[in-house]
């Protein structure tokens, strides 16, 4: 029997395998983000091309947008064809991917899918877990597909930072590692360096930042220090000016400024090459709002969402230790959240980090599923909207109605009511933690 049920987990796992190679193959054959990485990284060991501007990588609108740190990590996918470094750059992301889903599986205490363990048992535990597994699917599915088609960067940088959230209070300085070389390579994950400070999780916080520090100077090994530095001034200029263009992308942001924008703002006439990328995509809304007030209304609700974020971490800090597992791992999912609707610009293969708040969201919805009241009544609704929303998003057929609602900023209702439902959920699992010492006092 042993030697059976070895054999069994022996199988199943070269089955595993097997797939996780075959999927990263198929997502490998038409990468549209990854040959940007490979070209710019041959510009850089042989000279052939500028690193920043237009005509870097495969040229505008799909030009090199990442400090040079990132192209040195990644040199060592220039050994290798082209489509065999795209599929292994897709396999290494599913086996992240796998590695994560399990890390947070067991942070939030949800009981692990017996996979070696035979049908039955698999099918029992998706029956009873079905709402944490369906909510995940529907909220993050997509954006996740998305991404891995696309050979972005943007999953394995989510992959760093969830890291350095689940190991901050128990492994600060490796925390800090993962959260300070996913700034250097990409700079929002800097969003949660106040978050930590605000948590008194003081130690992840500079090492996150002497991180960074470092690996933004490692390619002065290369360079030269006057190189790096230029090569740096290049990067942010370039983004700086990228920055500036507000409503005038290539593509419908799903940030809260870029659905400001469509909404709201005074149309001016695109560029050319930003319009033709631009056809096709309707234009909404009364075109209103001046630039210039455009611009101070959008500070403006950044500066009270990033400060109500902040004062609700604060306000949770003490009561930590009384907060379920859940509840801390939903006040995460709405930074995340938060991150999503801050951004400057989100395009939809930027949403694989719903991953986590969309996790967060089941195995609340999943513990919560028969408890009464009106803000885990509320917090439910809100959360099954964003599932259901999000999941029919993909299934409404035609690439004209797909653009009307990247337009429209469908994915960003869907993290709007995503994060009011975590929110809600915090809210709920708060008030039950105040109230557990009282309960306590009572006689029996």
């Given at each position: ?6 054999m ?28 940007v ?9 042989h ?8 005509k870097?990588?495969?040229g ?10 990132f ?24 086996a ?9 599986r067991?942070?939030?205490g ?29 909220l993050a ?9 696309y050979?972005n ?6 992959f ?8 901050a ?30 948590q008194?999780?003081?130690r ?21 220090w ?11 200029g ?7 263009k ?10 809260l400024?870029?659905?400001m ?18 056809k096709g ?7 209103c709002?001046?630039d210039?007030a ?12 990033y ?9 949770m800090?003490d009561?930590n230790r ?6 801390r ?5 709405i930074?995340?959240c ?17 991953l986590w708040p ?9 513990r919560?599923?028969?408890?009464a ?24 057929p ?7 609602l ?16 975590l ?5 709920q ?5 105040r ?10």
């Amino acid at each position: 029997m042993k030697r059976n049920g070895a054999m069994a987990k022996m199988l199943i796992r070269g089955g595993m395998m097997a797939g996780i190679a075959g999927a990263g193959y198929l997502l490998g054959r038409h990468p549209v983000d990854f040959p940007v990485y490979y070209r710019s990284a041959e510009n850089l060991l042989h000279g052939t091309g500028p690193l920043y501007g237009p005509k870097s990588g495969l040229g505008w609108p799909m030009y090199y947008r990442y400090p040079p740190v990132f192209l040195f990590i990644f040199l060592p996918m220039i050994l290798l064809p082209l489509r065999w470094a795209a599929s292994l750059w897709a396999v290494g992301k599913i086996a992240a991917l796998l590695g994560l889903l399990r890390w947070l599986r067991q942070h939030a205490g949800l009981e692990q899918l017996p996979l070696y363990e035979g049908w039955e048992k698999i099918a029992a535990w998706l029956g009873r877990n079905w709402r944490a597994w369906m909510l995940t699917l529907l909220l993050a599915g997509t954006y996740l597909l998305v991404e891995f088609r696309y050979g972005n960067v943007e999953f394995f940088i989510f992959f760093l930072t969830a890291l350095a959230l689940l190991t901050a209070d128990k492994r600060p300085w490796a925390a800090g590692a993962a959260m300070g070389s996913a700034i250097a390579i990409k700079v929002w994950p800097l969003f949660f360096i106040p978050y930590w400070l605000v948590q008194k999780k003081n130690r992840a916080a500079a090492a996150g930042l002497l991180a960074a520090l470092l690996f933004t100077l490692l390619p002065a090994g290369y360079f030269g220090w006057q190189g790096n530095e230029h090569a740096l001034w290049q990067w942010a200029g370039q983004e700086w000016q990228t920055a500036a263009k507000g409503g005038t992308l290539w593509y419908p942001s799903q940030s809260l400024r870029g659905v400001m924008d469509r909404y709201l703002a005074v149309r001016k006439p695109r560029p050319v090459q930003d319009a033709a990328a631009h056809k096709g995509y309707a234009e909404l809304g009364c075109g209103c709002v001046s630039d210039q007030a455009m611009h101070a209304l959008w500070i403006g609700l950044e500066g009270l969402g990033y400060g109500a974020l902040l004062w609700g971490a604060w306000k949770m800090r003490d009561s930590n230790r009384e907060l379920s597992e859940e509840s801390r791992l939903c006040m995460d999912g709405i930074a995340i959240c938060g991150l999503a609707l801050l951004s400057p610009f989100i395009h939809i293969e930027d949403l694989c980090v719903l991953l986590w708040p969309a996790i967060a969201a089941g195995v609340w919805l999943q513990r919560r599923s028969r408890q009464a009241g009106d803000c885990v009544r509320s917090a439910r609704i809100c959360l099954w909207s964003a599932a259901i929303t999000a999941g029919v998003i993909p299934l409404i057929p035609g690439s004209a109605a797909q653009r009307w609602l990247q337009a429209a900023g469908a994915d960003c209702g869907v993290v709007m009511l995503l994060a009011l439902g975590l929110t809600l959920a915090v809210v709920q699992g708060s008030a039950a933690a105040r109230q557990k010492p009282a309960t306590a006092a009572m006689p029996r």
